[in-house]
């Protein structure tokens, strides 16, 4: 693509540059269920693991990190549709995160899998795993349930004699806190 001013020319760089970007999507998804698809039928996490590595690595044209190769949206859509668990990264063993393989859902795949392998991929390529994420339901604000988990973190840490006395706790505030608590009106239930 090259410069231009043109408007009849950047209408037509514009639509050429939408294809590709659909068509790169549309590729990363294949991937998504290919790498899939493998783990079930050869109970083989390698590649699931080795595309994460890829995004987390990659940009897109414009420049931007992994989100915006929505990659929650993928691991969301592994943990969900794949033979797989996430798994934290452990700081004290030194082990990065990464997906493991889950025996369990893995024995439940490769049933369907084994049954109608195209049928299995078709099911997983019908849903781009960029949609999975945004199907979570709006869970709402409740600031008495924060307030009331900032309490019992509070509590938790000063029965703790390791923590209690550590120099970088801050309980201050906590007295006003539990007043402000015992002023709040009883939530109301709401209409249906």
């Not at 699931?48 to 990659?71: F, P, W």
């Amino acid at each position: 693509m090259k410069f231009t001013i043109d408007g009849s020319m950047l209408g037509k760089n514009i639509t050429g540059w939408a294809k590709r970007k659909a068509g790169v999507a549309a590729d990363l998804h294949t991937l998504v269920v290919s790498c899939i698809c493998h783990a079930v039928a050869h109970g083989d996490t390698t590649y699931i693991n080795k595309l994460d590595e890829a995004a987390q690595d990659g940009t897109d044209v414009r420049g931007k990190t992994a989100s915006s190769l929505h990659l929650s949206g993928m691991r969301e859509f592994f943990v969900e549709y794949g033979p797989v668990s996430w798994v934290r990264a452990d700081r004290k063993n030194n082990k990065p995160e990464h997906f493991a393989y889950d025996k369990a859902k893995a024995e439940t795949l490769q049933a369907q899998y084994k049954a109608n392998p195209d049928g299995f991929r078709d099911s997983l390529l019908g849903t781009p795993f960029w949609r999975l994420k945004s199907q979570k339901e709006f869970e709402g604000f409740n600031l008495r349930r924060i307030l009331n988990a900032a309490l019992s973190r509070i509590e938790r840490i000063k029965k703790d004699p390791d923590k209690a006395t550590h120099e970088k706790n801050d309980f201050t505030g906590e007295s006003e806190l539990r007043q402000i608590l015992a002023k709040l009106p009883p939530l109301e239930a709401k209409a249906a």
